[in-house]
């Protein structure tokens, strides 16, 4: 198995960015929740207006990427780009830069430039000239991080999503395993756009309240927006001495929405990690849970946690109650998450009520700053598991 290592993350999302991360861990630390703020939301053709809670991004930390198609999306890259570059440099100067592939998980890319075309098309009877259909095309924000960072090798975007981060993650360890790169930029990047909002919502999955995962009293989802981005490489480029040491997948088959109700899915994603890391469920320190706060899914996370690590009562917590759920851009931003909890030992702590669901196999859920890990953190998963049954566990440890 080919050693693979992560430099330290870009990032921005609502509870902080790479531009300082020592706020960024203590917001971790303290579940601040100060990021995620209402917000009001209507599209054209619908009566009235809807408010939710989102984990929204300072809107004076973006600045317009002087593509032709600025999107929200691209200037979230941008800004993660723009942390990333001296290590990207240095992947190209040391491999060439068709050895440096790009892999990126999103799902929204650009609908609020492609309602605003079409509502000039049903009131004006035509677009503007300007409008094109690859402004919103799947691959275009891997090919502008490939032109951004000046790589050559294969540019890649994934869209599986609330797990297409992880997706891309994983794939950028197959390319380097198989020799077809040597450094991958990957992560991920999403916005919480009116579409993406309005349409969660008309599956009655977002709560308008802030959301409580694992709770009894839970009732959906808070939506976020941001962007995270690694260099993984052969080599440990920035001396950060974390690898990507497993990494697991799995398929429900089953719905378009709905996990499978007895977690067999989330197990078999954390169990294929665990094996290609050489783990043992012990050696695990910490989870970051998916935790989106929906009934189902959190409820399957609980049983497949528990089939796995049974008698273990790992510390576990999501991080989404502080950040929203970035969806293309959760697995990434997660991971960066167990990268500072590793680098600064800590358990990032839950934003919750604190009243567990009973009907849930019991959890060791972080719900204090009190709390410490009984031993170093070495060794923490992060779960992402999407809609269709798309699964992904990823396991990261110190070297």
Same mark, same amino acid.
């Given at each position: 198995?080919?050693?693979? /290592?992560?430099?330290?993350?870009? /990032?921005?999302?609502?509870?902080?960015?790479?531009?300082?991360?020592?706020?960024?861990?203590?917001?971790?630390?303290?579940?601040?929740?100060?990021?995620?703020?209402?917000?009001?939301?209507?599209?054209?053709?619908?009566?009235?207006?809807?408010?939710?809670?989102?984990?929204?991004?300072? %809107?004076?930390? !973006?600045? =317009?990427?002087?593509?032709? &198609?600025?999107?929200?999306?691209?200037?979230? !890259?941008?800004?993660?780009?723009?942390?990333?570059? %001296?290590?990207?440099?240095?992947?190209?100067?040391? &491999?060439?830069?068709?050895?440096?592939?790009?892999?990126i998980g999103q799902c929204d890319n650009g609908s609020a430039l492609s309602f605003a075309a079409h509502k000039k098309f049903f009131t004006d009877g035509k677009f503007d000239k300007e409008y094109e259909l690859k402004m919103q095309g799947a691959d &275009?924000?891997?090919? /502008?991080? $490939?032109?951004?960072?000046?790589?050559?090798?294969?540019?890649?975007?994934?869209?599986?999503?609330?797990?297409?981060?992880?997706?891309?993650?994983?794939?950028?360890?197959?390319?380097?395993?198989?020799?077809?790169?040597?450094?991958?930029?990957?992560?991920?990047?999403?916005?919480?756009?009116?579409?993406? #909002?309005?349409?969660?919502?008309?599956?009655?999955?977002?709560?308008?309240? *802030?959301?409580? =995962?694992?709770?009894?009293?839970? %009732?959906?989802?808070?939506?976020?927006?941001?962007?995270?981005?690694?260099?993984?490489?052969?080599?440990?480029?920035?001396?950060?001495?974390?690898?990507?040491?497993?990494?697991?997948?799995?398929?429900?088959a089953s719905h378009l929405t709905a996990p499978l109700a007895d977690g067999s899915g989330a197990r078999s994603a954390m169990q294929k990690a665990l094996d290609q890391a050489g783990l043992k469920p012990s050696q695990i320190d910490y989870i970051n849970?998916?935790?989106?706060?929906?009934? !189902?899914?959190?409820? *399957?996370?609980? /049983?497949?946690?528990?089939?796995?690590?049974?008698? &273990?009562?790992?510390?576990?917590?999501?991080?989404?109650? #502080?950040?929203?759920?970035?969806?293309?851009?959760?697995?990434?931003?997660?991971?960066?998450?167990?990268?500072?909890?590793?680098?600064? $030992?800590?358990? =990032?702590? $839950?934003?919750?009520?604190?009243?567990? %669901?009973?009907?849930? =196999?019991?959890?060791?859920?972080?719900?204090?700053?009190?709390?410490?890990?009984?031993?170093?953190?070495?060794?923490? *998963?992060?779960?992402?598991?999407?809609?269709g049954g798309a699964n992904a566990s990823v396991i990261i440890r110190t070297e």
């Open positions: 198995m080919t050693k693979t /290592f992560l430099s330290r993350p870009a /990032f921005i999302c609502a509870a902080g960015s790479s531009a300082d991360t020592d706020s960024f861990v203590n917001n971790l630390k303290t579940a601040n929740r100060a990021g995620i703020k209402k917000v009001e939301c209507s599209l054209a053709g619908q009566s009235g207006v809807k408010s939710f809670f989102v984990g929204k991004v300072d %809107d004076s930390l !973006l600045k =317009p990427t002087g593509d032709k &198609y600025n999107t929200r999306t691209l200037e979230l !890259l941008n800004f993660a780009l723009s942390q990333l570059k %001296d290590t990207a440099k240095t992947a190209v100067e040391r &491999y060439g830069a068709e050895r440096v592939a790009v892999c &275009y924000v891997a090919t /502008f991080a $490939q032109k951004v960072l000046g790589t050559k090798g294969p540019a890649l975007s994934f869209a599986t999503a609330c797990s297409s981060s992880a997706s891309a993650i994983i794939k950028a360890r197959q390319l380097i395993e198989s020799k077809l790169a040597d450094a991958v930029i990957c992560g991920g990047v999403d916005i919480a756009s009116d579409t993406v #909002l309005l349409g969660f919502d008309s599956l009655e999955a977002v709560s308008h309240n *802030m959301t409580n =995962p694992f709770s009894k009293n839970r %009732d959906g989802i808070n939506l976020g927006e941001g962007a995270a981005l690694f260099v993984l490489s052969r080599d440990d480029l920035d001396n950060q001495k974390i690898i990507l040491a497993g990494c697991g997948e799995s398929s429900d849970m998916h935790g989106t706060g929906t009934r !189902l899914n959190d409820s *399957m996370e609980s /049983f497949g946690v528990d089939l796995v690590f049974k008698e &273990y009562k790992v510390p576990v917590s999501t991080t989404k109650p #502080l950040t929203g759920h970035t969806l293309g851009a959760a697995a990434a931003l997660e991971l960066a998450v167990c990268f500072y909890a590793i680098k600064n $030992q800590f358990l =990032p702590v $839950q934003g919750w009520d604190g009243q567990f %669901d009973d009907d849930l =196999p019991k959890l060791n859920i972080v719900s204090s700053p009190d709390v410490a890990s009984e031993k170093p953190l070495q060794c923490c *998963m992060s779960n992402s598991f999407a809609f």
